[in-house]
């Protein structure tokens, strides 16, 4: 009986003693609807006669979600090691993606570039539309007055 009760003070006491501490979590970072349409402006309003402009929206460390302000087509490109998730936020384009580069070169470590995609699909672009585009697959953009994207970069596992 005795050692009942003392086994049950020791649980008891047990439970009553704070456990580790976990680490406080940063908060998620966020932009509202209308922080990201001022964003979006204020970039227009930079651009000037600029063809593109990036601004990083939301990140964690590494982790960037990003407006890309295209008013003029760049040149194909391919990322080796990312696929490219992009969310059209406004205005109209065109999306060429697959088929194969043409007189790729490495601009950038990560960036591979070139004159144009042979073969490859195309699909019309316009507010709403989610992009995947898969690591290593070449992908141009056809730019309709303007191209507002909210894009991130996911490294291949």
Not at 74 to 84: F, I, L, Q, S
Request: a neutral charge.
């Amino acid at each position: 009986m005795v050692i009942a009760k003392l086994a049950g003070v020791a649980l008891a006491a047990l439970l009553l003693c704070p456990g580790p501490a976990m680490a406080q979590s940063a908060p998620a970072d966020a932009a509202s609807a209308a922080e990201i349409r001022a964003k979006v402006a204020a970039m227009a309003a930079r651009m000037g006669k600029g063809t593109f402009a990036y601004e990083p929206l939301v990140k964690d460390g590494e982790t960037i979600a990003a407006l890309e302000y295209w008013k003029a087509p760049g040149k194909p490109a391919v990322h080796p090691d990312e696929a490219e998730y992009a969310l059209v936020i406004e205005g109209a384009g065109t999306l060429v993606s697959g088929g194969t580069m043409v007189e790729p070169a490495e601009t950038r470590p990560g960036l591979v570039e070139g004159s144009r995609i042979d073969g490859g699909s195309t699909r019309r672009l316009g507010p709403g539309d989610v992009i995947l585009v898969p690591a290593g697959v070449p992908h141009w953009f056809g730019i309709e007055g303007k191209l507002v994207l909210l894009g991130m970069k996911l490294p291949r596992k």
